[in-house]
């Protein structure tokens, strides 16, 4: 009965003590001003038993009064309460001594003033600086005694349910981390020490914690400090390192959490708050983008900007990168209602005098295109509107010619009509050596928008500047492997994969949106940007690091469930057809694809015939003619394996 009373009581202490507000201002400052009169007290005390004589030019509490006058307005100068104890730091020090050092001078200058003026003086000058010491000493260890009560309380507090961790780094950086989650309330680290990457001598301490080299190896060093986190803060570390470290310690399941960029180091809470577990992004073996923003700035700012698929996951981080670049108007355009309103809500919260407008539309309608461009006439398009599903779009051929060529073919169309400056394609690399209807159709909209080009180009025309990006899978977009994968671990399992070999080339939204941008800034017409897309992924690998990165053990707490190819699904993606070569550009992450290109009057002929012969729905009509358009297109694991030639 007692154990249990006991217990209940600690918890109400506990809870009661972590929900405690900071101290108001004038409470500390009321505190300050006690403790200034106990100085004064105990100085009274020392010196009198130290038989000394006092000056009777002032009543001893006027004296004892002016003191204390002469130190609260120092305080009030210098703002000694407006810290928070719990976190008083080396800035709140200096502010006491500055505070008492000016109150002593203050008063040995009355003092001898006093002197000079009436011939007596009013304090013992050992006495002043007896009292100065004792002043700021005791200020000293109150804010000491708060500080290192609330931490060794915090020590205290369930120790199972925060986890013991290490900071990889020995810099500015991680030092600060270190700080700002030592300050963490509550807390979700008891912080162990640090490990360098370099030889350490056994005695050297960061704030109390020691410092290891990771000579031993990471786990093996854990495992002997009994850490199960660690803390990567160590800014210049490379991709290739930081992976081979997580890989390391998801091998042991020891949970891996790393620190995005800060905006202010001075910050605290905001430090602690983007300590975060690390995510699938944070370990694609690339380095990092470097975008030529004035080649971006120059074709983007003051322009009216038309993005397709504005809704989209590209599309709407297309909208918020153009945002930066200062365009005079920004048209979004999407047939998908609640999305596109999300995203115009957001954009509203934007400090931005950019103007938006948001436009319900499908681009697969001429006359409701033809529309927006003759309002707008927008100097730049973007176009990421399409369907992407590859065996949604095996089951309907149909609506991937309607939305992938006939509404790419209109607003292609349409900008040459109104004079756009830039029209930008989004494509897949699934349009490079097509195995199913969704890739062959990006395929034919990328040959129509590049045939467009070489007809301005010979006919001297100086017109629109068609220009093609080519990528892979990107993290997180909108039916992508890496969400529905989470959403399996999240279920208790199994994740699915179609095959245990394939692979695919990753990158993040972000990155391909940067990348989009540029490659539309530079291009002359009628290239197709291919991106360095980094190393391509196992997926079954990609499947396992999430498992372990959501800290289960795969197979055993996480099932892996093959379930074999879908339809028109390849093992792996190329970003070049067979016969193609690539050509470098001032950007090592972009390089142009060199292809064969059509001519555009019996291209043009074919694509209308099938858009007309679309019309009937007759699925093999429809691919058979997509094969006559794209010949390599090579349906796989299709239905539509039979009309290959």
Not at 135 to 142: A, N, Y
Not at 277 to 303: C, F, G
Not at 368 to 380: G, L, Q, R, V, Y
Request: include cysteine; hydrophobic fraction near 45%; charged fraction near 20%.
């Amino acid at each position: 009965m007692n154990n249990a009373t006991d217990f209940i009581g600690r918890k109400f202490l506990e809870k009661y003590i972590l929900s405690l507000e900071y101290l108001p201002r004038w409470i500390i400052f009321c505190i300050d001003v006690v403790i200034l009169i106990l100085a004064n007290t105990i100085t009274y005390t020392i010196v009198k038993n130290l038989q000394v004589e006092f000056y009777s030019t002032l009543s001893v509490p006027v004296r004892f009064g002016i003191i204390i006058i002469v130190n609260t307005v120092f305080f009030l100068i210098f703002k000694t309460y407006s810290g928070i104890i719990r976190h008083s730091s080396f800035i709140d020090v200096i502010k006491l001594l500055l505070a008492t050092t000016s109150s002593i001078l203050v008063l040995v200058v009355f003092n001898y003033s006093s002197y000079l003026i009436f011939g007596k003086k009013i304090y013992l000058v050992p006495g002043l600086i007896i009292n100065f010491v004792i002043t700021f000493v005791l200020l000293f260890l109150f804010r000491v005694f708060v500080k290192k009560f609330f931490e060794l309380f915090k020590k205290q507090i369930d120790s199972e349910e925060v986890l013991r961790a290490m900071v990889y780094g020995t810099d500015a950086n991680a030092i600060f981390v270190a700080n700002a989650l030592k300050s963490e309330m509550p807390s979700r680290f008891k912080l162990l020490g640090f490990i360098s990457k370099s030889e350490v001598k056994s005695a050297r301490t960061i704030h109390g914690l020691s410092i290891y080299s990771q000579k031993r190896g990471i786990p093996v060093l854990m495992r002997s400090r009994n850490a199960n986190a660690l803390i990567i803060a160590d800014k210049s570390l490379s991709t290739a390192d930081k992976i081979t470290i997580v890989d390391r310690c998801l091998e042991f399941n020891i949970k891996v959490f790393t620190l995005p960029a800060i905006s202010d180091w001075d910050d605290a809470n905001e430090i602690s708050r983007k300590v975060k577990n690390i995510e699938i992004a944070d370990l694609l073996e690339r380095n990092p983008i470097v975008l030529d923003n004035r080649l971006i700035s120059r074709q983007v700012k003051s322009k009216t900007i038309l993005i397709s698929g504005a809704a989209g996951s590209i599309g709407s981080e297309i909208v918020w990168q153009i945002l930066s670049f200062q365009p005079e108007k920004i048209i979004l355009v999407d047939q998908a209602e609640t999305p596109l309103h999300h995203l115009s809500l957001e954009l509203n919260k934007a400090e931005s005098t950019v103007e938006v407008i948001s436009l319900i539309a499908d681009i697969r309608s001429y006359e409701a295109m033809d529309d927006i461009f003759k309002k707008h006439s927008p100097s730049i398009v973007y176009h990421a509107a399409a369907y992407k599903h590859v065996p949604l779009m095996e089951e309907n051929p149909a609506q991937a010619i309607f939305t992938n060529v006939k509404g790419t073919k209109n607003l292609a169309d349409l900008s040459i009509k109104y004079n756009v400056g830039r029209f930008v394609m989004v494509s897949t690399d699934k349009a490079v050596n097509p195995s199913n209807v969704m890739g062959a159709s990006k395929r034919i909209a990328e040959k129509y928008v590049q045939s467009l080009s070489f007809k301005d180009k010979a006919a001297g025309s100086l017109g629109t500047k068609f220009i093609t990006t080519r990528f892979g899978n990107v993290l997180g977009s909108n039916g992508s492997v890496v969400p529905l994968f989470t959403k399996q671990i999240e279920n208790g399992g199994p994740i699915t994969i179609t095959h245990q070999d394939i692979i695919r080339y990753f990158m993040t939204i972000p990155e391909a949106c940067q990348l989009v941008l540029e490659a539309g800034a530079m291009g002359n017409g009628g290239e197709i940007y291919i991106f360095d897309m980094g190393k391509p992924v196992k997926i079954i690998d990609l499947a396992r690091k999430m498992i372990k990165l959501a800290g289960f053990i795969p197979d055993k707490d996480i099932k892996i469930k093959i379930v074999g190819l879908r339809p028109g699904e390849k093992l792996y993606e190329e970003l070049l057809n067979d016969t193609s070569k690539t050509v470098p550009t001032h950007n090592e992450k972009i390089m142009i694809a060199q292809e064969n290109h059509n001519d555009y009057l019996s291209l043009h002929v074919a694509i209308n015939e099938l858009i007309n012969c679309t019309n009937c729905f007759d699925n093999d009509i429809i691919v058979s003619k997509m094969k006559e358009i794209v010949p390599e297109f090579k349906s796989m694991n299709s239905t539509f394996q039979i009309l290959d030639k």
